[in-house]
């Protein structure tokens, strides 16, 4: 077996895992990432789309800002428009002084990956059967496969950044970890096509259920609309999806959305998944492997990020100093971010969908809701405060 060492090994070559390994090498700390899939399977994931402000933030302190600024679109907030009555902006500019910024998953990853390339950063594709070992004791490692030959790479910590459904958070004793899980009855189909989008990010409430118009950039537009958890994508022909999009919202946006073909068509189940604690010894989870929001809130890449700027600030603490302090609070500091995002997500999902089955009660309390956040600027600056991403810090 192959062995190599390095001070931290990093299992997932996402957001997370590429964040991470970037941060780390520009305060001198060395990193492998090990991805399991090919890079053109992981930039072919069509996924996020919106940036909160920390993250925007965050990109550009470490350097990774100049094409998000040149292609992003900043958003002063974001519209709700509900079946009936006025339009509604979630006003992050007014009561924050801050902007969103829609700018894809995928340009990120692409920027990450010519970022490590450039630095000369180790990343390790279809990496097999990748495994952590000897996590609770100060000398881990990691074990994979690769083109047939047994690989070990010695290392002073582990990053879990695999994800959902990735091998390090499965490592953790179920006598240790602590998980909590919401499934909601429907799912997100979403489609891309290369169409100017509607202006605005704007969630729609229907009567026939949930919308978002979104976009990646002057030319890529991004739709969703809420379907059943048995839908399946060859039922919904574009004809169907622009038909049923427009249908959802009002009629003065539905003049304005600009039809064409599809060039990526997806349904994501929705669910709200949170993992405790996110350390396990020397094994850190970062990212969807730690948890998983509705993308309601768009919070999901955005937490993935929170988390690698705590975990990136203990490990550079303990490689500067020798101190753990930042390492040992990293998991209540994560968590309280995640918690936060968490409920925003599920209260805006529980806000924004029909339910199968609500009772006309649910659906009373549903539009006071709305009623109120039109009427309070309390209300109004809560929900943008948490929209827009609370601090990172304390
Ligand atoms: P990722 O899942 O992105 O990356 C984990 C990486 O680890 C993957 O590349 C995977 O191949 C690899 N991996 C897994 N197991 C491994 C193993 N055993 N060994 C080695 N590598 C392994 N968020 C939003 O904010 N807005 C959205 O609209 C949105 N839409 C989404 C749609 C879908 C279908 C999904 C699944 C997620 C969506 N998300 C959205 C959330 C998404 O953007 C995540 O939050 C983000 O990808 C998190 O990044 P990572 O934590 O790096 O996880
Ligand atoms: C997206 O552009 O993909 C997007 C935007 C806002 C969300 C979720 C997804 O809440």
Not at 225 to 230: A, E, K, R
Request: hydrophobic share 40%; charged share 20%; proline share 6%.
């Amino acid at each position: 077996m192959a062995t190599t060492r390095t001070q931290v090994a990093i299992i997932g070559g996402g957001p997370a895992g590429l964040l991470l390994s970037h941060i780390l090498h520009r305060a001198g700390i060395e990193s492998i990432v090990l991805e399991r899939q090919s890079r053109s399977y992981v930039l072919e994931r069509i996924r996020a789309g919106v940036l909160e402000a920390g993250t925007i933030a965050l990109l550009r302190a470490v350097g990774l800002g100049d094409r998000m600024d040149r292609e992003g679109h900043p958003h002063d907030g974001a519209a709700i428009a509900w079946e009936g009555r006025p339009r509604f902006f979630i006003d992050t500019m007014k009561y924050t002084g801050k902007q969103m910024m829609a700018y894809g998953q995928t340009a990120i990853t692409e920027d990450l990956y010519a970022a490590r390339d450039a630095a000369g950063g180790t990343i390790i594709d279809q990496a097999a059967n990748v495994q952590p070992h000897d996590v609770i004791s100060d000398r881990p490692f990691v074990t994979y496969e690769k083109e047939g030959l047994s690989h070990r790479i010695d290392c002073d910590y582990v990053a879990g950044c695999d994800g959902f459904h990735g091998v390090s958070r499965a490592s953790i004793p179920a006598t240790v970890l602590k998980t909590y899980e919401k499934s909601y009855p429907f799912g997100w189909l979403g489609i891309m096509s290369p169409t100017p989008p509607y202006p605005d990010l704007c969630y729609c409430y229907s009567s026939r259920g949930f919308a978002l118009a979104s976009m990646r950039n002057p030319m890529l537009s991004r739709y969703y609309i809420q379907c059943d958890l048995d839908a399946e994508v060859e039922d919904w022909p574009d004809e169907r999806f622009w038909e049923e999009f427009k249908s959802r919202c009002p009629e003065d946006m539905a003049e304005k959305i600009v039809t064409g073909p599809s060039i990526e068509k997806s349904i994501a189940p929705l669910r709200s998944f949170v993992a405790e604690p996110m350390r396990y010894g020397r094994l850190f989870l970062a990212g969807d492997a730690a948890h998983i929001v509705p993308p309601t809130g768009a919070k999901g890449l955005n937490l993935a990020v929170s988390d690698v700027f705590y975990l990136s600030r203990g490990l550079i603490e303990f490689y500067r100093n020798g101190k753990t302090l930042y390492l040992d609070c990293y998991s209540d500091m994560a968590l309280r971010r995640v918690w936060a995002s968490a409920r925003i997500s599920w209260w805006l999902t529980m806000l924004l969908h029909r339910f199968p089955n609500e009772t006309p009660f649910e659906q009373q309390m549903r539009f006071n809701q709305f009623d109120y956040l039109q009427a309070s600027a309390h209300a109004q600056a809560s929900l943008a405060e948490q929209y827009v991403g609370l601090p990172f810090e304390a």
